[in-house]
């Protein structure tokens, strides 16, 4: 469903990412881990299409994201690290606008924009303007506006920023659901229990290398720490010490 095949990106003689090759199949969960600085969220901007690579490419369900932009993003959802909202405009003038953006039918905008506010809770604030919103809120109106259009692939850099214990554990749910009905989730998190509880495989990025990739059982095998957690091995891997 997500497939990277020697993806680079540079800036001058830096390599931001560098010839990462990746396949993420439908139904998976998958966690994209690194320290900071590592390469994750320029790898998903090249993913969503929001970067264009130095060399490489991206397909999304079989569709070169470079080649067909529009086609490739319709498949998508994207959560960013840092929600961003037009303020002026209220939730369900959001997305309306989302949702038209995707040409979608305003019935279906209306009845799925319902269905989403019901999931998150958020009827009470649908009609006011997104100035007034929490980080939480707005995180959680990010998040209903990537679902509105039924994407097959939902890519979400880091989910949890700014929620709650309760919205924290509807989104895991949710992702859960998601993938359960055959859709893809690639989530990139600092979070590394979240990775743990939810992911059935991670990809560990660091310095813009993918250095290793697998199941958690796969990972503490080919590292010989088979008693370690995730947070062990993820330092362990990345030469960062314990």
């Known amino acids: 469903m997500i497939k990277c095949t020697q993806l680079t990106k540079k800036y001058g003689n830096y390599s931001a990412v560098d010839?990462?090759?990746?396949e993420i199949k439908p139904g998976e969960l998958f966690a994209f881990l690194g320290p900071n600085g590592a390469g994750k969220?320029?790898?998903?901007?090249?993913?969503?299409?929001?970067?264009?690579?130095?060399?490489?490419?991206?397909?999304?369900?079989?569709?070169?994201?470079?080649?067909?932009?529009?086609?490739a993003k319709m498949k998508i959802g994207y959560v960013p690290d840092t929600p961003y909202l037009y303020e002026r405009l209220t939730a369900r003038e959001f997305m309306e606008f989302i949702g038209g953006l995707y040409r979608l039918d305003p019935d279906i905008i209306r009845r799925r924009s319902y269905e989403l506010f019901t999931l998150f809770d958020m009827n009470g604030w649908v009609d006011r303007k997104c100035e007034q919103y929490s980080h939480g809120m707005r995180q959680k109106l990010v998040f209903a506006a990537a679902m509105i259009h039924f994407p097959t692939?939902?890519?979400?850099?880091?989910p949890m920023v700014g929620l709650d214990p309760h919205s924290a554990k509807l989104v895991k749910d949710?992702?859960?659901d998601y993938v359960a009905k055959g859709n893809t989730v690639f989530v990139s998190t600092h979070i590394l229990s979240i990775a743990e509880e939810l992911c059935?495989?991670?990809g560990i990025i660091n310095k813009g290398r993918l250095i290793a990739v697998g199941s958690i059982g796969e990972l503490k095998s080919a590292a010989n720490k088979h008693d370690a957690n995730l947070e062990s091995l993820f330092l362990s891997l990345t030469g960062q010490p314990e």
């Open 19 to 22: 010839n990462l090759n990746l």
């Open 41 to 71: 969220t320029t790898t998903i901007k090249m993913m969503t299409g929001i970067l264009k690579p130095t060399s490489g490419k991206v397909e999304i369900a079989g569709i070169d994201i470079q080649e067909k932009a529009g086609e």
């Open 153 to 158: 692939v939902l890519i979400v850099d880091e």
């Open 174 to 176: 949710l992702l859960k």
């Open 200 to 202: 059935d495989r991670v």
